[in-house]
């Protein structure tokens, strides 16, 4: 299995010679490696992923990305902003991470597979992932407000399993009364 990562991920630089490799590529390819059996598709389908991602944020810089979601998050779950304020938990590092590498760096492998299935079955869906952060945070709110700045950290650099049906609801929350 690693010679799959290497062989794909080695692929990819040595065909675009402008990208050099970063660690979080090979969160970004595990999805393809374990649910696409042929490692030529597991390839293509890992260049497609680094080229919305690229496309998205050539026009949007990640700062840019990431003060827009700063503005969602203090809107529309003031109280968890505020006591992450509180306890001086800087959420933008979690945020520039979440957002460039869609979740794949912060969720289990299974939560990943799971939510990008949801995010290819619908058009324009990097849109929709900031809104997903968003929902992320609020269905961990309570637990998120039982801890102190270094478990938060903590916590949102390795989110525990989350059940993705639930984090949806939130998201379709969200849908309902931000304009997207």
Known sequence: MP???EDVISAYCNHNH???YYP???NLCAPFIYSVKRECDAFLCFEKMINILDDHFSSRSINESVASFMTLFRTCIPDLYS???EEEVDIKEWAASALQFVLSRELSLENTMRLWDTYFAVPDWIDLHPFFCLAVLRHLKENLEELEQSEIRT??????????DQVRKELSLFLTVLPV
Do not use: H
Not at 155 to 163: A, H, S, V, Y
């Open 3 to 5: 010679r799959l990562f």
């Open 24 to 26: 979080a590529m090979v």
């Open 155 to 164: 916590m949102l650099m390795r989110l525990p399993p989350l059940d993705m």
């Open 18 to 20: 402008r990208v050099e």
């Open 83 to 85: 006591y992450f304020e």
